[in-house]
């Protein structure tokens, strides 16, 4: 799942697609472009993954996606393994000076970013966060859009990578990339992670 302003044409969300195809053909891929409201994201999100099988399935999100990942991990009945990449903690607080029309990075198309927005930010964030072992945080120290403290204390006691410099894009992902395939099992063919 992208971020804010992101899509699915982000270098880490191709670079995954790309591997996936090249290694792993039996994996559903799905990256679907986001809609601005947090609501009708979840929704989408929660339609389009309605009937997978959760014990094969895992979430990966970037920043706001990241975000996204964790509501409907918390959410869903079973545990699923999440991928976290700079993941925001506090949306509906970093984006109240977001409001107001943007535009995407990958396409400079224009949307709005609506006031009620931050409401659904703030109605879906869950009190707490369970089963921390099932969450892999992937956290750039070099983040200069969120503070990379908050993250790593929201998810600590579960696996990280903490990276040294790097970016909020995550501009050297090849550098947790291996990290995060081995987490969701998907270098070994005995544990296929599917949907």
């Given amino acids: 799942m992208h971020g804010f302003r992101s899509s699915p044409q982000s270098t880490k969300a191709r670079q995954f697609r790309d591997w996936v195809q090249a290694h792993r053909p039996d994996i559903h891929w799905w990256c679907p472009q986001l809609p601005p409201s947090p609501r009708d994201a979840i929704a989408l999100l929660t339609q389009g993954t309605a009937g997978w099988p959760l014990a ?50 990958h396409s400079d198309e224009p949307f709005f970013f609506r006031p009620e927005f931050i409401a659904e930010l703030r109605d879906m964030t869950p ?46 992902f090849e550098d947790a990339f291996s990290a995060v395939r081995d987490f969701l099992g998907l270098g070994d063919p005995r544990h296929l992670i599917t949907s």
């Fill in 56 to 105: 094969q399935t895992a979430v990966v999100g970037s920043s706001l996606g990241g975000f996204y990942a964790t509501v409907l991990a918390e959410r869903w009945a079973q545990p699923v393994r999440v991928v976290l990449l700079n993941p925001a903690v506090h949306p509906a607080r970093d984006l109240a000076d977001r409001i107001g029309e943007t535009t995407a990075w």
């Fill in 127 to 172: 009190a707490r966060i369970t089963q921390r072992s099932r969450y892999f945080a992937v956290i750039a120290k070099g983040e200069e859009v969120l503070d990379w403290r908050e993250m790593a204390a929201r998810y600590a006691d579960g696996p990280m990578q903490l990276l040294e410099g790097n970016d909020h894009a995550l501009s050297d």
